[in-house]
């Protein structure tokens, strides 16, 4: 008899297991917040929300009717995995045009959203065992991804009285032989901290001088307020060790179409194309044509939404200085705020729950970002001044 052919009544190991790898993810602590608080809203609690990272503005008219357009034109098939050749052209011109520098649309790779872009670059770069440089507190989905690939994070401390900002000279020291790339994040979630052009500079000069590469995600470059934003790109970093994410998610108040993208030198692009014509094969092809209309068409909607989100930031960061126990830095960008709730004497997992339970507002433990989030909450301000005021008073009221 063939023994590798199992009768059915041999009993053997439950085939439910799932792959090891998966138990290296994380999941953002924004969704899961989100539905705990829709649980709270169908028993009939009010909830403010103040958790998700996600702009409260319709996406612009003009940008909505290219989609239609291009449905109704017939556009419903595959495009190249890179993206469409306008689009990609589109981008080149913009980001030339905004980082100040030569981009090519061979240099440009269109994802659904900007979150698969920063998945691919890790997983075309980074091998088991090599090390990533992030920042800590920082956005979640960096360090799962780093430990999906049994890559291994490197952690830099922000620090509150730098408006968390990072020790270049810390970043130095942190340097080893395995380190492969460095992820930065200006404007960043979650504290909107804006990196300097000097700090950018001395980057990229680490970069050269010990070659590692550097993953800039610059989703919120737009959602910027006292200073002109300064991209790392624009300052002429080693192209050939550089990574530089955006996307149209934040800007366009575009999260549910999934529309990003990344500039990288061709061999980057080369691997990338690997993994996207493997994985999701292209960019859903009408988004893409809403992408070209985006950066083409007029920019008032952009600055509209960026004044509002100024207006707001100035109104919760004053509110929450005005709650005991509460201290909160002005952010220069994005739109969250990240208070240090240290003298309520609670720790920020639990003032988190306290607040949604007791206060009915939505918001996130500084945890969920990394150990480093211990003793802050982040607030999304992505809600009308209205809504925002009513937070503020129940905050106060119930602490
Ligand atoms: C820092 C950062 N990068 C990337 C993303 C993902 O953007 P997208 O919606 O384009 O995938 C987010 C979303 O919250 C983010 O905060």
């Given at each position: 008899m063939d023994k590798t052919i199992l009768s059915p009544s041999i009993s053997r190991e439950p085939n439910d297991r799932l792959a090891d790898r998966i138990s290296f993810l994380g999941l953002e602590g924004a969704f899961q917040v989100l539905a705990k608080a829709k649980q709270l809203e169908k028993q009939g609690k009010e909830i403010i929300h103040l958790e998700i990272g996600e702009p409260d503005f319709k996406t612009p008219n003009n940008i909505t009717k290219a989609a239609i357009q291009s449905l109704n034109s017939g556009e419903t098939y595959y495009t190249p995995s890179s993206g469409f050749p306008e689009l990609k052209e589109q981008i080149a011109y913009y980001i030339s045009h905004t980082r100040n520098a030569e981009v090519s649309s061979q240099e440009v790779f269109v994802t659904p959203g900007a979150k698969m872009m920063i998945f691919f670059a890790i997983m075309a770069l980074v091998e088991k065992g090599e090390e990533v440089i992030l920042s800590d507190p920082a956005y979640p989905t960096y360090h799962s991804l780093i430990q999906l690939v049994e890559g291994t994070p490197?952690?830099?401390?922000?620090?509150?009285?730098?408006?968390?900002?990072?020790?270049?000279k810390e970043l130095e020291r942190k340097i080893t032989h395995k380190t492969r790339m460095l992820i930065l994040n200006?404007?960043?979630?979650?504290?909107?901290?804006?990196?300097?052009?000097?700090?950018?500079?001395?980057?990229?000069?680490l970069s050269k001088k010990y070659d590692f590469w550097v993953l800039s995600d610059e989703i919120y470059s737009r959602i910027v307020y006292d200073t002109p934003y300064t991209s790392y790109y624009s300052i002429h970093p080693p192209k050939n060790r550089t990574i530089l994410i955006d996307g149209f998610s934040k800007t366009y108040a575009m999260t549910g179409w999934r529309l990003g993208y990344g500039i990288m030198p061709n061999a980057l692009i080369e691997a990338v194309t690997k993994l996207a014509n493997n994985t999701h094969a292209c960019t859903c092809t009408f988004v893409q044509k809403a992408g070209i209309e985006a950066l083409a068409g007029p920019q008032e909607e952009v600055e509209k939404m960026t004044a509002e989100f100024k207006k707001r930031r100035d109104c919760i960061v004053q509110g929450l200085n005005e709650i005991p126990g509460f201290h909160c830095q002005n952010p220069g960008g994005a739109f969250y705020v990240f208070p240090n709730i240290q003298k309520t004497g609670m720790t920020s997992g639990k003032l988190a729950d306290f607040l949604l339970e007791k206060a009915g507002v939505a918001c996130l433990s500084g945890k969920a970002f990394g150990a480093g989030g211990e003793g802050f909450l982040r607030f999304s301000y992505a809600n009308s001044i209205e809504k925002i005021q009513k937070a503020l008073a129940q905050i106060k009221n119930v602490l």
């Open positions: 490197v952690f830099l401390t922000l620090d509150e009285n730098k408006n968390f900002t990072f020790d270049i200006s404007p960043q979630n979650p504290t909107g901290s804006v990196l300097s052009s000097e700090d950018l500079e001395r980057i990229a000069f």
